[in-house]
Antibody, heavy 121, light 107 residues
Framework: EVQLLESGGGLVQPGGSLRLSCAAS????????MTWVRQTPGKGLEWVST????????YYADSVKGRFTVSRDNSENTLFLHMNSLRAEDTAIYYC??????????????WGQGALVTVSS | EIVMTQSPATLSVSPGERATLSCRAS??????VAWYQQKTGQAPRLLIY???TRATGIPARFSGSGSGTEFTLTISSLQSEDFAVYYC?????????FGGGTKVEIK
């Protein structure tokens, strides 16, 4: 059974940093691209970033480019999202999701339960 | 950026009735559209990919159609567990984008 479990969310001040983790199990993690999607009540679902299975390629939404970095540790079956220079508008539930292929840019066949990030002073 | 526009925003349907949800892309996305169901407090769940292929374990009452810029998700006979928010998603080009959602509520 595929399982994705996010952690690392919380309250952070504007300008601060946070690292989200997503522990994966139930599939061969290194084979598949992984994606971060966030959700706010006002803006719905927003794609944030994708990383290929081998980590060779990464993609970012313009809204986070230069501030967020996606990475993965295939030996530990874990996906990361390093978030710097956080803004109030980054407040959202962050989901990690699995791509059905090793190259990214596809639909998302499994999602984690989400981690809440709140940026506020 | 490809904008995905869903309509209606809210759909009121009685159990057992048919629900038809629409999604329009601002430019052609071929058949690279997925649909997700999201219940309150839960993560989205994949229903349809490739515009019309049901994901594993999805009941046959869910069907998708369309190509290019116009897409439809049909729920043939609504069950109580189908009342939720539904999102379309295009993966034809970066950035990946989602529609704003259609809430299917009990009439």
């Amino acid at each position: 059974e595929v399982q994705l479990l996010e952690s690392g969310g919380g309250l952070v001040q504007p300008g601060g940093s946070l690292r989200l983790s997503c522990a994966a199990s139930g599939f061969t993690f290194s084979y598949y691209s992984m994606t971060w999607v966030r959700q706010t009540p006002g803006k719905g679902l927003e794609w944030v970033s994708t990383i290929y299975g081998n980590g060779a390629f990464t993609y970012y939404a313009d809204s986070v480019k230069g501030r967020f970095t996606v990475s993965r540790d295939n030996s530990e079956n874990t996906l990361f999202l390093h978030m710097n220079s956080l803004r109030a508008e980054d407040t959202a539930i962050y989901y990690c999701a699995k791509d059905p292929l090793t190259s990214g840019g596809h639909y998302l066949d499994y999602w984690g339960q989400g981690a809440l990030v709140t940026v506020s002073s | 950026e490809i904008v995905m526009t869903q309509s209606p925003a809210t759909l009121s349907v009685s159990p057992g009735e048919r629900a038809t949800l629409s999604c329009r892309a601002s430019q052609s996305v071929s058949s690279d559209v997925a649909w997700y169901q999201q219940k309150t407090g839960q993560a989205p769940r994949l229903l349809i990919y490739g515009a019309f292929t049901r994901a594993t374990g999805i009941p046959a009452r869910f069907s998708g159609s369309g190509s290019g810029t116009e897409f439809t998700l049909t729920i043939s006979s609504l069950q109580s567990e189908d009342f939720a928010v539904y999102y379309c998603h295009q993966y034809d080009d970066w950035p990946l984008t989602f529609g704003g959602g259609t809430k299917v509520e009990i009439k």
